[in-house]
């Protein structure tokens, strides 16, 4: 191998490839594009959502219990703290007026609640809603909260004026304590997404060069001539390899463009989840942070290699893009699998097996749990799968039998 | 010079070339005449360093192809195949300078080269554009310039005229016998009796891996008691080409 043609190769076919717009549209673009994209519209529904269900309640009274006693009741009393509680008039047909997203409450009152309620027999609120309809689902809790707490303070008037102490309904009280680091929380979204778009990315983004540098190559029936000049096979390989690997970065680069792009539009984006402190904080380690990007990049270059495998072993074009497609349904799987994973899941053996490696470290890093035995396996671990697949595309790349087949 | 010594490649149970042996002397034609599967396309990825040969050698400008590959591929020019591939991102410049670059060539010469090839080739116009737009004769001519852009003095041409039309085929003809003109030692395999009497100075008969005749016209036609190639190579081969 001359590090000469090594070279020569690489300029030649970044040159090449970067004048192609399609690759720099699925390498650059979309994913600087796609982030904030998603950032605005998922977190601008999610807010709409989020609105929607703690405001604007709207709950109606069935024909029966319409009356000015139980308006009275509830307006005054049950929703008295409740603003976004909104009753207003009556249906004859519960169901149909929820379907028809008329109301998305309607509460049956029994008639002689008043005279229960002297008589100390408790009485029957109906609140009809559909399960089925995010916002009438997610808003019940806060009806039913309603009348839950109206419910006690009944309760507790009547245990004052029977002269006991209400703090007898309550014997033990819990206190909450959340023991997660400060930020863990509250990089939730970020935790979750990157790790499982990185890996993704990584995996998409050297096909387009992998395809056309053997399989291409071989079509267009510049790969014999290639093969005769005095550049060996391995420099030709490598050359290669440098350029697949180098666009499969220029994709995740991008995607963290993207990210930042994206954070700036909606900067609570990420954490726009319960529990969640409001602010995007970090406080990696530049250890950690290194050996989790040097776990990355070798990701990519193990992806590269096979890559370039899979495009000597294809018979055209159109079977490398084929079989390269599969390739990226193995990124998905495991990337889909620990997404919801948290920092405080990940196991040993997370961090042996190639690709769950990656984003293990990266979901390490960024949930500030940090295992520097764990992160150093897994880059010892990539580093062994970087030379297995190194080895694999340069046996694919000597094999007469796959190089030649017509 | 060129020697060809026992070459043989198996593909398995498959003996695609079987034992050949025939020399080309500098500044001559030698065509390697047989049908589709003859073995004509392995033989010459042989003799290009591409394949392994099973067992054999040839010494090429001195170099043995098994010992000094490297050597071998410094002294060859290939055109394998009737289409023109391309970089079709790259200007046609740049398609021939990638192949001068990879060849050792430095770059002061290679620009020189560059141009001259141009002026030969009469590319001048389009030397500096992309050559994904080119016409199938443009795209010929740079191929042309690509395979001798290092001056290589011995070429392979394998079938280098199929799937072409007629003014494709008489250029491709044209290019072959200006490279011996300049002295290059070529040989060219075919499955086209006219092409390979029109173009060679002796000719090989090749089928099913074996190397059936060799010799001039005249010696082929006398040792057969033919009156022509087309005779001769029925006669050898038991079918028509
Ligand atoms: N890479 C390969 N793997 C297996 N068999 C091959 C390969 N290349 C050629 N062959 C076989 O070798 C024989 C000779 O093929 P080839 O040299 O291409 O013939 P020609 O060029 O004269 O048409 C054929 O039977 C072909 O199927
Ligand atoms: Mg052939």
């Given at each position: 191998?001359?590090?000469?043609?090594?070279?020569?190769?690489?300029k030649?076919?970044?040159?090449?490839?970067?004048?192609?717009?399609?690759?720099?549209?699925t390498?650059?673009?979309?994913?600087?594009?796609l982030?904030?994209?998603?950032?605005?519209?998922?977190?601008?529904?999610?807010?709409?959502?989020?609105?929607?269900?703690?405001?604007?309640?709207?709950?109606?009274?069935?024909?029966?219990?319409?009356?000015?006693?139980?308006?009275?009741?509830?307006?005054?009393?049950?929703?008295?703290?409740?603003?976004?509680?909104?009753?207003?008039?009556?249906?004859?047909?519960?169901?149909?007026?929820?379907?028809?997203?008329?109301?998305?409450?309607?509460?049956?009152?029994?008639?002689?609640?008043?005279?229960?309620?002297?008589?100390?027999?408790?009485?029957?609120?109906?609140?009809?809603?559909?399960?089925?309809?995010?916002?009438?689902?997610?808003?019940?809790?806060?009806?039913?909260?309603?009348?839950?707490?109206?419910?006690?303070?009944?309760?507790?008037?009547?245990?004052?004026?029977?002269?006991?102490?209400?703090?007898?309904?309550?014997?033990?009280?819990?206190?909450?304590?959340?023991?997660?680091?400060?930020?863990?929380?509250?990089?939730?979204?970020?935790?979750?997404?990157?790790?499982?778009?990185?890996?993704?990315?990584?995996?998409?983004?050297?096909?387009?060069?992998?395809?056309?540098?053997?399989?291409?190559?071989?079509?267009?029936?510049?790969?014999?001539?290639?093969?005769?000049?005095?550049?060996?096979?391995?420099?030709v390989?490598?050359?290669?390899?440098?350029?697949?690997?180098?666009?499969?970065?220029?994709?995740?680069?991008?995607?963290l463009?993207?990210?930042?792009?994206g954070?700036?539009i909606?900067?609570?984006?990420?954490?726009?989840?319960?529990?969640?402190?409001?602010?995007?904080?970090?406080?990696?380690?530049?250890?950690?942070?290194?050996?989790?990007?040097?776990?990355?990049?070798?990701?990519?270059?193990?992806?590269?290699?096979v890559?370039?495998?899979?495009?000597?072993?294809?018979?055209?074009?159109?079977?490398?893009?084929?079989?390269?497609?599969?390739?990226?349904?193995?990124?998905?799987?495991?990337?889909?699998?620990?997404?919801?994973?948290?920092?405080?899941?990940?196991?040993?053996?997370?961090?042996?097996?190639?690709?769950?490696?990656?984003?293990?470290?990266?979901?390490?890093?960024?949930?500030?749990?940090?295992?520097?035995?764990?992160?150093?396996?897994?880059?010892?671990?990539?580093?062994?799968?970087?030379?297995?697949?190194?080895?694999?595309?340069?046996?694919?790349?000597?094999?007469?039998?796959?190089?030649f087949?017509? | 010079?060129?020697?060809?010594?026992?070459?043989?490649?198996?593909?398995?149970?498959?003996?695609?070339?079987n034992?050949?042996?025939?020399?080309?002397?500098?500044?001559e034609?030698?065509g390697?005449?047989?049908?589709?599967?003859?073995g004509?396309?392995?033989?010459?990825?042989?003799?290009?360093?591409?394949?392994?040969?099973?067992?054999?050698?040839?010494?090429?400008?001195?170099?043995?192809?098994?010992?000094?590959?490297?050597?071998?591929?410094?002294?060859?020019?290939?055109?394998?195949?009737?289409?023109?591939?391309?970089?079709?991102?790259?200007?046609?410049?740049?398609?021939?300078?990638?192949?001068?670059?990879?060849?050792?060539?430095?770059?002061?010469?290679?620009?020189?080269?560059?141009?001259?090839?141009?002026?030969?080739?009469?590319?001048?116009?389009?030397?500096?554009?992309?050559?994904?737009?080119?016409?199938?004769?443009?795209?010929?001519?740079?191929?042309?310039?690509?395979?001798?852009?290092?001056?290589?003095?011995?070429?392979?041409?394998?079938?280098?005229?199929?799937?072409?039309?007629?003014?494709?085929?008489?250029?491709?003809?044209?290019?072959?016998?200006?490279?011996?003109?300049?002295?290059?030692?070529?040989?060219?395999?075919?499955?086209?009796?006219?092409?390979?009497?029109?173009?060679?100075?002796?000719?090989?008969?090749?089928?099913?891996?074996?190397?059936?005749?060799?010799?001039?016209?005249?010696?082929?036609?006398?040792?057969?008691?033919?009156?022509?190639?087309?005779?001769?190579?029925?006669?050898?081969?038991?079918?028509?080409?």
């Amino acid at each position: 191998m001359s590090l000469k043609h090594v070279w020569i190769v690489f300029k030649k076919e970044v040159k090449d490839i970067s004048r192609d717009r399609r690759t720099l549209l699925t390498n650059l673009l979309i994913p600087i594009i796609l982030m904030p994209l998603l950032f605005t519209f998922l977190g601008g529904s999610m807010k709409k959502m989020e609105k929607d269900i703690t405001e604007n309640i709207t709950v109606a009274l069935t024909r029966e219990s319409d009356t000015e006693e139980i308006r009275n009741l509830l307006e005054n009393e049950v929703f008295k703290n409740y603003p976004n509680i909104k009753l207003n008039g009556s249906v004859d047909n519960p169901a149909e007026a929820i379907q028809n997203d008329k109301f998305r409450f309607v509460i049956d009152v029994e008639k002689d609640f008043s005279s229960r309620l002297e008589q100390g027999i408790p009485y029957t609120i109906t609140i009809h809603y559909d399960q089925s309809d995010t916002k009438s689902s997610g808003s019940f809790g806060i009806l039913a909260e309603a009348i839950r707490s109206y419910s006690q303070k009944t309760v507790k008037n009547r245990l004052i004026e029977m002269n006991i102490d209400p703090q007898i309904l309550e014997p033990v009280t819990i206190q909450q304590v959340n023991a997660a680091k400060d930020n863990a929380s509250g990089n939730f979204m970020i935790m979750m997404m990157l790790p499982m778009m990185a890996s993704i990315l990584i995996a998409v983004g050297g096909i387009p060069a992998a395809t056309d540098l053997v399989a291409g190559e071989k079509e267009r029936g510049t790969f014999e001539p290639l093969l005769t000049t005095q550049a060996g096979r391995m420099s030709v390989l490598f050359g290669k390899y440098l350029t697949v690997t180098l666009f499969s970065f220029v994709s995740v680069i991008a995607q963290l463009i993207g990210v930042v792009i994206g954070g700036m539009i909606n900067p609570t984006f990420f954490t726009m989840v319960e529990g969640g402190s409001g602010e995007l904080s970090f406080s990696i380690p530049t250890g950690a942070l290194l050996l989790s990007i040097l776990t990355i990049i070798t990701l990519g270059m193990v992806f590269s290699a096979v890559q370039l495998a899979i495009s000597t072993y294809a018979r055209s074009f159109k079977e490398a893009q084929t079989y390269l497609s599969f390739l990226i349904f193995a990124a998905m799987i495991p990337s889909y699998a620990t997404m919801m994973m948290q920092p405080d899941d990940l196991q040993l053996y997370m961090f042996i097996v190639p690709l769950l490696n990656a984003i293990a470290s990266l979901k390490m890093i960024l949930g500030s749990v940090i295992n520097y035995t764990y992160l150093g396996i897994g880059l010892g671990t990539s580093l062994i799968y970087v030379i297995l697949s190194l080895m694999f595309a340069a046996w694919m790349f000597n094999k007469e039998k796959y190089l030649f087949r017509n | 010079m060129l020697e060809i010594i026992e070459l043989t490649k198996k593909f398995g149970e498959v003996k695609a070339v079987n034992g050949i042996s025939f020399q080309v002397n500098e500044g001559e034609i030698f065509g390697l005449l047989g049908e589709n599967g003859a073995g004509k396309t392995t033989t010459l990825r042989m003799l290009a360093t591409m394949l392994q040969p099973t067992s054999g050698t040839a010494i090429l400008g001195g170099y043995d192809l098994i010992r000094e590959p490297e050597k071998v591929r410094s002294r060859i020019g290939i055109l394998f195949g009737g289409e023109s591939g391309l970089y079709d991102r790259l200007t046609a410049a740049e398609n021939i300078a990638y192949f001068g670059r990879l060849n050792n060539m430095d770059e002061g010469k290679l620009k020189e080269r560059i141009r001259e090839l141009a002026k030969v080739f009469d590319m001048e116009e389009y030397i500096d554009r992309r050559a994904g737009k080119f016409s199938k004769g443009m795209k010929q001519k740079v191929a042309f310039a690509r395979s001798i852009v290092h001056n290589p003095d011995i070429m392979l041409f394998d079938e280098p005229t199929s799937g072409l039309d007629v003014s494709a085929i008489r250029n491709v003809h044209e290019f072959i016998l200006d490279c011996k003109a300049q002295g290059k030692t070529i040989v060219l395999s075919s499955h086209t009796m006219s092409e390979v009497e029109k173009l060679c100075d002796r000719i090989g008969i090749i089928h099913k891996g074996n190397l059936v005749a060799q010799g001039t016209i005249a010696e082929l036609l006398e040792q057969h008691s033919c009156g022509s190639m087309e005779e001769v190579f029925v006669k050898l081969v038991g079918e028509k080409l």
